[in-house]
T-cell receptor, first 112, second 114 residues
């Protein structure tokens, strides 16, 4: 069964304190791995898609990387506005349905 | 480019009632997926619509049903509401172009069942 596990569940950082969020996945065949940001009460906002091991994507203070078993979201010198829940999801190969399987997310709080 | 929109924003219903949620897909997208997100959890796939037909379903009972219209907008209907149906309901739109797998979410509808 396809599964996504994110850690830690919650992370508190000081402004400027860099860190990484982890997303471990088990999938029969990975078609793509996605990172989303979700603010309280809002819909997830798309950040990155990664397709193959070794791939990296960057956007402002965020950088996503992918291996065959996990993905990391690195946050460099975070600011309070980076506070949100970060969700990881996978799309598996095979089947006609583009069904995203999500982890439970990491709640990030960045304090000034 | 118009993003994904959902209505209503919030909804309060009582157990046993029926509810209809609506979604307009992003411009250029022809596929709509619905997800349920309970508090503190990741979104769970309900079903997906493509060319006005259901194209895959998650582990949800038949009282969850949907429609897709020719303009690619969609409805989610839930009959015989239960307390556990209280959640944020998310609509995501996407396209079937090869190599384009991203799904873009709307703001969601918060459903409370009393």
């Amino acid at each position: 069964e396809d599964q996504v596990t994110q850690s830690p569940e919650a992370l508190r950082l000081q402004e400027g304190e860099s860190s990484s969020l982890n997303c471990s996945y088990t999938v029969s065949g990975l078609r793509g791995l996605f990172w989303y940001r979700q603010d309280p009460g809002k819909g997830p906002e798309f950040l990155f898609t990664l397709y193959s091991a070794g791939e990296e994507k960057e956007k402002e203070r965020l950088k996503a990387t992918l291996t065959k078993k996990e993905s990391f979201l690195h946050i460099t010198a975070p600011k309070p506005e980076d506070s949100a829940t970060y969700l990881c999801a996978v799309l598996s190969e095979g089947g006609a349905t583009n069904k995203l399987i999500f982890g439970t997310g990491t709640l990030l709080a960045v304090q000034p | 480019e118009t993003g994904v929109t959902q209505s209503p924003t919030h909804l309060i219903k009582t157990r046993g009632q029926q509810v209809t949620l609506r979604c307009s897909s992003q411009s250029g997208h022809n596929t709509v997926s619905w997800y349920q997100q309970a508090l503190g959890q990741g979104p769970q796939f309900i079903f997906q619509y493509y060319r006005e037909e259901e194209n895959g379903r998650g582990n949800f009972p038949p009282r969850f049903s949907g429609l897709q219209f020719p303009n690619y907008s969609s409805e989610l209907n839930v009959n015989a509401l239960e307390l556990d149906d209280s959640a944020l309901y998310l609509c995501a739109s996407s396209t079937r172009l090869a190599g384009v797998d991203e799904q873009f979410f709307g703001p969601g509808t918060r459903l409370t069942v009393l």
